[in-house]
């Protein structure tokens, strides 16, 4: 393939989106999947039968290195070289009470945040340490980083994923820094709302919708535009170290 991705959390939302815009772009996708085996398996079907991409699922728990490296060596060896790395997988996973309301930073408990912290910031570190070495080989290549608006402004009652998605904001910008000069571009982007299942859970416990009053156009953000945006970027060679708001919301 020329070009050849890793989308990790492939089978969720925003993930599958983006795996399946790539693969209309004709790339090789590694479908990247922790329990959900059977959607990852099935978007990667989808893409290769669409063409002109292809596509391929594969287990990594991000948590591992051990297991993402394993996932970057398959990749290379399936596809012969690797373009883009979506760190995509993570979330609030799971913070929510029994009550169905995410919870206060004084009710959240060290294994939470561990698991927290763990997926989406200590995942992002394991990819960009995995997938820089082959990119640095082939001096090009772009690493993509799914923060959020909650990392930049904290948000009520989510403290671990406001944490963790700060901290990917900040290791975004110390690999650019590090990877600049091996012409790897690395940015985050910050998504405004995607609703789906669980997101539309928590949302349904507020009467009043916070997130759409302050959204300057009154709409949620879109996952098909997010992944064309994803796409975009990995054809830009100037632009890195920066974090993207794909939001309608002022941010900071
Ligand atoms: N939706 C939004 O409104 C929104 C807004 C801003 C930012 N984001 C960010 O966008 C990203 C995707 O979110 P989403 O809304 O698409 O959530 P989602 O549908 O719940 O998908 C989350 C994905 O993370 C994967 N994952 C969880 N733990 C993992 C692990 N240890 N190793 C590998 N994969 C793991 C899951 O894989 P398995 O199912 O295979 O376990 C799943 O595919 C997240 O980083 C989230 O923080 C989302």
Known sequence: MDKVAIVTGAGGALGSAISRHLGTRGYGVVVNYYRNKEGAEKIAQEITSKGPGQGMACKADIRSFAEVQAMVDTAVKKFG???????????????????????LLLEHDEAEWDLVIETNMKGAFNLIKACAP???KQKNGHITVISSG???????????????????IGLMKAAARELGEHNIKVNAICPGRIMHGVVAAVV?????????????????????????????????????????????????
């Open 150 to 168: 909650t990392g930049l402004r904290g948000t009520l009652k989510m403290a671990s994923y406001a944490a963790a998605k700060a901290g990917e």
């Open 204 to 252: 349904s416990n507020f009467a009043d919708d916070a997130y759409l009053r302050e959204t300057l156009l009154h709409k949620n953000g879109d996952a098909e535009e997010l992944a064309k945006f994803i796409g975009h970027l990995a054809t830009m060679e100037n632009v890195s170290g920066q974090t993207l708001n794909l939001d309608s919301r002022i941010l900071f």
């Open 134 to 136: 082959v990119m640095i």
């Open 81 to 103: 070289r690797l373009d883009l790395m979506v760190c995509n997988a993570g979330g609030s996973l799971g913070m929510i009470n029994r009550s169905g309301k995410e919870k």
